[in-house]
Structure formats: C-alpha cells, structure tokens
C-alpha cells in the first residue's frame, strides 16, 4: 500500500516570499504524482502532476515541483507568493496501472497562509 | 459544463436518519471515488468504482454503501447516520490513463 507523508501542517510566508511545501511519499511500486489545492470552502483543483519524464514539473499559477525517486519526494515551490496563495495544498499519489489504479492516496494537507 | 456534480451542498441529518448524497459525472469516465474530508486528516478514500456494476471498498467504507448502475452516477448512501459522519463529502472521477482526478464541489453534511 501506498502512503503520503506532508511534513508541514501550516506554512505561513509573507507575500513575494519563497515558499516550499514538501510531500514524502511511500510506495513499493511506480506511481503517479500530484498535488490539488483547495481554497476556503470550494473543492480540490489540479494544480501539476507527475507521470513519466522530466522530474520538474511546472503547473498552474506559478507552481512547480520536483520529483525525487531516491528520497521519496515531490516537494512544491513557488519563487515569490501572492496572497491569493493562501490555501490548503495536498500531496496524493495513485499506483500507475494495475487494479489499484482509481485510489488516490492524499497526504494530511498543508495550509500556506501568505501575509502581507 | 462538463464535470462532477454532488448534490445537496449542505445537509443537516439527524442521528439514526438515512439519506443519499448524490453524484453524476458528464465525462464518460470509468473510474469514480467518494472522499470524506476532516480536518488535518486529509482526504480519505470512502468508496470507489472502476466501472458500471463493479464498486470496491476504500480505506473508511463503515456505514456507508454505494452502487454504480449507470456510468454516469455514483450515489453514496449513509444507512444510518452517526456524529462521527459530520464531515465534508467529495465525489471525484478519472478515466483509465488519465491524468488527474475531477473533483465535485463537495457536500458538507452535519450529523447532530
């Protein structure tokens, strides 16, 4: 079985600051990577995923993340936050193919909470 | 607009009552889930369907049921309703191959 390990449970920055969100992952066979945000009260949006390929993967609003096979991680970046940033991010994982494939696995969620 | 549809968004049950969150997805897609959301526990796996007639157990399924009848719906029962259900409810689908879940909007449901 497959798990997901957020190491921060809130990140609070300053506007126009860097910011890194680190996800660990855990899995004894390939999977796929992504990460969704949820703004207050609304559901979850995709903001990049990992297949296959390049380890840096860019998303939307300015985000990228990088996968690391041998540490096990998918952490999430963004060079300068916006306030409009704030909300909570999610690490999941879902096993590549097989009769597993369907079960996304999410990590505890993070809150980014960007202050000006 | 394509996407996934949970009705109602809000729901107030009492103890003991039973009722039907609803889910239908306009995407033709084969796979379908339903999360339940508390807070610092991440999403968690209720239910899921890889297809019309076929539903399989995710990692929290007690007291709820489901069923897949039609590729299009996916309705979560809760048989008998308990405090310990009071969360916020996520329908999500996938097609084989794809490259990202679609989440609904969400069902906040309060058992008092």
């Known amino acids: 079985a497959q798990s997901v390990t957020q190491l921060d449970s809130q990140v609070p920055v300053f506007e126009e600051a860097p910011v890194e969100l680190r996800c660990n992952y855990s899995?004894?066979?390939?999977?796929?990577l992504f990460w969704y945000v949820q703004y207050p009260n609304q559901g979850l949006q995709l903001l990049l995923k990992?297949?296959?390929?390049?380890?840096l993967v860019k998303g939307i609003n300015g985000f990228e993340a990088e996968f690391n096979k041998s540490q096990t991680s998918f952490h999430l970046r963004k060079p300068s936050v916006h306030i409009s940033d704030t909300a909570e991010y999610f690490c999941?994982?879902?096993?590549?193919?097989?009769?597993?494939?369907?079960?996304?696995?999410f990590g505890q969620g993070t809150i980014l909470t960007v202050h000006p | 607009n394509a996407g996934v549809t949970q009705t109602p968004k809000f729901q107030v049950l009492k103890t003991g009552q039973s009722m039907t969150l609803q889910c239908a997805q306009d995407?033709?897609?084969?796979?379908m889930s339903w999360y339940r959301q508390d807070p610092g526990m991440g999403l968690r796996l209720i239910h899921y369907?890889?297809?019309?007639?076929?539903?399989d157990q995710g990692e929290v399924p007690n007291g709820y049921n489901v069923s897949r009848s039609t590729t299009e719906d996916f309705p979560l029962r809760l048989l008998s309703a308990a405090p310990s259900q009071t969360s916020v409810y996520f329908c999500?689908?996938?097609?084989?191959?794809?490259?990202?879940?679609?989440f609904g909007s969400g069902t906040r449901l309060t058992v008092v």
């Open positions: 990992y297949l296959s390929g390049s380890t």
């Open positions: 995407m033709n897609h084969e796979y």
């Open positions: 369907s890889v297809g019309a007639g076929i539903t």
């Open positions: 899995s004894s066979v390939s999977v796929y």
């Open positions: 999500a689908s996938i097609r084989p191959g794809g490259r990202g879940y679609t």
């Open positions: 999941a994982v879902i096993v590549a193919g097989g009769t597993s494939y369907g079960k996304l696995t």
